[in-house]
């Protein structure tokens, strides 16, 4: 069986500011999930997710998805809106 001839859909490289969210949300999960003194190993775990991505993530070096956000917020005891406020939230 040959396979239809499809392009492939590449990501839009980040930008400065682009990288700087990503840094921010993944500083923010490091603070929050060391506050509640977690490991990457149990944060993952407790989100359903691979202790690698959890990783990348705080390094702000991957994107994750809203669904993946909602499952470290969960585990982290703390709602989107929360997590998103202040800096934010407008």
Known sequence: MKLKNTKRIRPIPYNSEDRAFLENVGRRIHNLRIERKLTQNELAEMAGL????????????????????????KALDISLSDFFGGNYGR
Do not use: A, D, Y
């Not at 990348?56 to 956000?69: D, F, T």
């Open 50 to 73: 691979h202790k690698n991505f959890i990783c990348i993530v705080e390094k702000g070096s991957q994107n994750p998805s809203l669904l993946c956000l909602h499952h470290m917020t």
